[in-house]
């Protein structure tokens, strides 16, 4: 399957992030997978995430390691704004979906395993308590992306988070000496 879509909203109902990953399956059909994030799941995948990133860095660029916090920022500023700039943040997330292969409900996560090869997607894979999860695989660029609607959602959500990236500060926000 090959991933089509990202969308990440706060439902305020729920107090959850709701969590919907669109596929285009082996047919060409549109499937989606549908799952809660708690704000506990959100705190702890967010550490995780960035974890990652920065893992991620030192396998790829292993002579740039001792600055994976930086190289980081500067690949999620580049990344976002690549995105803005081809207009994947401003489209419509696709409804006319062929089905939902672990149901239309969505599952609430309660796990988030991540893995991690050197020149490859970071793969997330999400568990539910009970049941089947899903795993999914996000190239450099989708991976900022998703981090930056996880940080909007969370913003609208005001659950006090605090979802930070290291190295991602304003670019010309600093002092030079």
Known sequence: MELHQIQLTYQP?????????SFRADDGSLQEIRAWLTRRMTGQLWGGLVEVMERQVALDKPHAAHARSDI?????HASVDAMRESGSFGSAFQEDVAGFPLGAAPFLVTTVNFGQEAGKPIRMNLVPTEGHGFEVALPAQVLHGFCSLLRDAVAKADWDLELELPGASAPGGGVLN
């Open 72 to 76: 980081v920022g500067m690949e999620h």
């Open 13 to 21: 109902e729920e107090d959850r992030v709701l969590w919907r990953t």
